[in-house]
């Protein structure tokens, strides 16, 4: 396991473009990384699938430190992630407390936060014999945090847990505390997107933020010479404004492929996000033929955008029903 | 010499929320583990909130019950969607199904062995997140400790490649978007079905020349383990990987296996019931079959230590996952242990990629994927298919295209029920019984039995109420 801070170095420079890095980004979290006093990073689950901890896994790149690991070994503290710490139990706990009280660690919550019962319905740990509701934990943790990232929309708005009935009353990070937090939505959070973050607070780079706590420079990019934020469907390839190749748009699934998928409930029009060719992707030599370069999203596969990102996710409306928005 | 008591609180290397509490005692000299309970951690009421959506939602919204097994559930409910409908998805679809929802079984395998399991025999590397870890019972030599953790690196690539091809007709991964009832939206462009092809070539090569060599190595260090973790022996599969467009047969099919012993026993999902005596919930509803299931919650109740139900087949605690699929299957009958679960489940990774190899050759390029079909007015269905750690069921009824009741029974709930009103114990906790404790500061053998059941709480749906810190 020769995994060094110097090879994710070689790794960032390699992926600079996908981290959003320019050359004094980059010697910037030289210097931070360089630090050895580098701040901890933990990572609570509440509400959750853990499929943000699962999409986190799929963190790419095929040239220099490859996976998540080598970011985890090479760049970050990780000193808390129940899915994939050795430890259990007490000593994991206790380890947790440790790194609380000293104070300056990144803290980043996947889930959001149920309120019923006195946030019974959710508990995040024990330490001898006493349980902590992930309530009690994120009302904690945040106090003490450098910076909150809240990966995923449950912990961002809620999310899924708080949809319908909401029957444990499920609510958002910030929503819950008043803090500020960087919100990373998707369901999962892209994990790209997430890397981005925790590498702008590693090199102390100001983050601006949109009025739903998440970054503009991933969730707000204007097309050139756009006066607003690009939606989706502003980008989109069925969409034929953009491509007036593009077919007539699909009215059934039984002949959707490659069309505009709006009738049949694509929420696009109202999600800004950055999400087009941007998942599970195989990366590749860029001369390998097209069989080797994948780049997938949901309406490449002919599925209507969800709205994921965004804090109206799921709402009461079918999917699968031309969204009113 | 006083029993133990002590708690596991978060159990770790799992999906979700676990704590285990244990008593340890010396019986016949033999320190070991007396009693037990296996308790979930967190309540999030899934059948509850998709009350009232539209019932083509429930493959979407069930997804994201699990962010390890999503693509199980998008089936069950695409299942139960079909079934609704009355229509079977064309061959094309049903294939399409069962490559994404293979790559997950595969991604998932590969996950718990090297991820999840495998910190329990070796030593990690010396930081955060591997420390501080236990350092009890390590059997494995400096030059097979470098072999596992290079494959560990190694696995991590390959898992995700796993989702890669996945998501080629998946769209992304994890919760996939493109399962509906009918088939899917997806169609099997030529580039696309190579591109699947290649990927899945790589992941069989890692799988027959690291993962099962690597599972053979841990089960020859750690023979005593296939003594170890035995529990009842009663196995149990829904089945899953429908060989047919109407799902007549399948690469798994369900049975049940008594005591691990004898015939493998028709399974008849009419025999299923959720047991609730030791669970807060109200025993005027106790002994249901899910399709009429209800969840009254009453807590405090006397006698209650989980929000976990007990589901139960006439009666009678089954254990779920690739060893049930494998035994009734009749692929792996060499025992019911710790070491069994994790060779059987390598084993059957091997076998589903080289099924999946077969399927996706079957495949004709951009052939039709979806069969036509309007929600009837009131229909209750269900879908059962197997998750990788075991069978999952969906019971639904419809009225007027929207969802009026929604039961779902988890493998982790089979796996990890609490007792029942004839006070006989969950599977896991069968499991455990027994089981020596050599220190019980440092519990590693309780830990590599409940890792060898790969529990993924995220699933089940319940919470214990117990102690609580003072704000």
Same mark, same amino acid.
């Given at each position: ?6 090879? !994710? ?31 901890? /990073? ?15 896994? %799929? ?106 009935? %909401?029957?444990?009353? /499920? ?8 803090? @500020? ?8 959070? %892209? ?14 780079? @100001? ?19 756009? /006066?607003? @934020? ?26 959707? %492929? ?12 109202? /999600? ?40 109206? =996710?799921?709402? @009461?409306?079918? !999917? =699968?029903? =031309?969204?009113?928005? | ?17 676990? $704590? ?50 999503? &693509? #199980? ?55 955060? +997140? ?54 899917? &939206? ?5 580039? $696309? ?7 899945? #070539? ?8 690291? *993962? ?36 007549? &047969? ?30 807060? *919930? ?18 405090? $109740? ?11 087949? #006439? ?35 091997? $076998? ?15 052939? #039709?994927? *979806? ?83 790969? +529990? ?16």
């Amino acid at each position: 396991m020769a995994i060094t801070r110097r090879s !994710f170095m070689k790794y960032c420079g390699l992926a600079a473009g996908a981290l959003g890095l320019d050359s004094t980004g980059l010697g910037l979290l030289q210097k931070a990384l360089a630090n050895p006093l580098a701040p901890s /990073v933990i990572w609570l689950q509440g509400a959750a699938c853990a499929g943000c901890s699962v999409s986190l896994l %799929n963190r790419i790149s095929d040239a220099g430190p490859a996976t998540v690991t080598e970011v985890l070994t090479g760049a970050i503290n990780l000193v808390y992630h129940t899915t994939l710490m050795t430890p259990a139990g007490d000593p994991a706990v206790a380890e947790l407390r440790r790194v609380y009280e000293n104070g300056s660690y990144v803290l980043v919550l996947e889930g959001g936060v149920p309120t019923a019962a006195g946030g019974a319905t959710c508990i995040a740990h024990s330490l001898h014999g006493e349980e902590t509701t992930f309530q009690q934990a994120v009302q904690e943790m945040t106090a003490r945090a450098l910076a909150t990232v809240c990966v995923g929309t449950c912990s961002s708005f809620g999310g899924i847990p708080a949809s319908g009935s %909401n029957p444990t009353s /499920v609510v958002g990070v910030s929503q819950l505390t008043g803090r @500020p937090t960087i919100n990373i939505s998707g369901c999962p959070a %892209n994990p790209d997107w997430v890397v981005w973050a925790v590498v702008q607070l590693l090199t102390g780079t @100001p983050v601006d933020l949109d009025s739903d706590g998440r970054p503009t420079a991933l969730y707000g990019t204007n097309l050139a010479g756009a /006066v607003a @934020p690009a939606t989706l469907h502003d980008k989109c390839p069925r969409n034929r404004d953009v491509n007036p190749n593009a077919p007539t748009a699909a009215t059934s699934f039984d002949n959707c %492929n490659g069309r505009c998928l709006l009738d049949l409930g694509c929420r696009g029009p109202v /999600v800004k996000s950055r999400c087009d060719g941007c998942w599970n992707i195989k990366a590749a030599d860029p001369t390998d033929p097209p069989s080797e370069r994948w780049r997938n999203w949901c309406v490449g596969a002919n599925a209507p955008c969800q709205g994921c990102v965004e804090k109206t =996710f799921p709402g @009461p409306q079918s !999917f =699968f029903e =031309f969204y009113e928005g | 010499m006083p029993v133990i008591v002590a708690s596991i609180d978060p159990v770790t290397r799992i999906e979700g929320h676990l $704590k285990v509490n244990i008593e340890v005692d010396a019986v016949g000299g033999v320190q070991q583990i007396t009693n037990v309970q296996t308790v979930g951690t967190l309540f999030r009421g899934f059948e509850k909130l998709l009350e009232g959506r539209d019932s083509r939602d429930a493959p979407i919204i069930t997804s994201r019950i699990c962010g390890v097994c999503p &693509t #199980s559930h998008a089936m069950a409910a695409a299942l139960a969607l079909d079934a609704q409908a009355g229509v079977n998805p064309p061959t094309a679809g049903r294939i399409l199904r069962n490559l994404v929802h293979g790559a997950c079984f595969l991604e998932s395998h590969i996950l718990h062995f090297y991820l999840l399991s495998l910190p329990d025999f070796i030593q990690g590397p010396g930081m955060p +997140p591997w420390t501080p870890g236990w350092e009890m019972d390590k059997r494995v030599d400096s030059t097979a400790q470098d072999k596992f953790l290079a494959h560990y690196l190694e696995a991590i690539v390959l898992r995700r490649r796993c989702h890669e091809i996945g998501a080629l007709f998946g769209g992304k991964l994890p919760h996939t978007p493109t399962f509906i009832g009918g088939g899917v &939206t997806a169609v099997p462009a030529a580039d $696309k079905i190579a591109a699947f092809q290649a990927g899945l #070539s790589e992941i069989l090569a890692f799988i027959a020349d690291r *993962y099962i060599p690597d599972a053979e190595r841990l089960a020859s260090l750690y023979n005593d383990y296939f003594l170890i973790g035995r529990g009842y022996g009663n196995l149990l599969a829904y089945g899953a990987f429908e060989l047919d467009n109407a799902g007549a &047969t399948k690469l798994f099919g369900s049975g049940r296996v008594v005591n691990g012993a004898g015939s493998v026993q028709p399974m008849a999902a009419t025999a299923i019931t959720e047991n609730v005596t030791h669970a807060w *919930y109200s025993d005027a509803y106790n002994n249901l079959n899910p399709a009429s299931g209800e969840t009254a919650m009453q807590t405090p $109740k006397a006698g209650a230590y989980s929000w976990l139900k007990a589901p139960r087949y #006439s009666g009678a605690p089954y254990e779920v996952g690739p060893l049930a699929r494998m035994w009734v299957a009749g692929d792996y009958r060499n025992g019911v242990s710790v070491m069994d679960r994790i060779r059987a489940r390598a084993y059957e990774a091997l $076998k589903i990629a080289r099924a999946m190899q077969s399927w996706a050759a079957e495949l004709t390029p951009d052939a #039709s994927t *979806y069969s036509t079909w309007a929600a009837p007015a009131n229909a209750t269905t269900q879908g059962l298919t197997e998750a990788p750690r075991g069978a999952l069921g969906h019971w639904t009824r419809a009225a007027a295209g929207r969802i009026g009741q929604y039961q779902i029974i988890t493998p982790t709930c089979w796996n990890i029920s609490p007792r029942d009103s004839a006070e006989q114990l969950g599977p896991l906790e069968k499991a455990l019984m027994g089981t020596p404790v050599a220190d019980a500061n440092q519990p590693v053998e309780v830990l590599r039995v409940i890792h060898s059941v790969d +529990p993924c709480l995220d699933c089940a749906t319940h919470v214990m109420k117990a102690r609580r810190r003072a704000v």
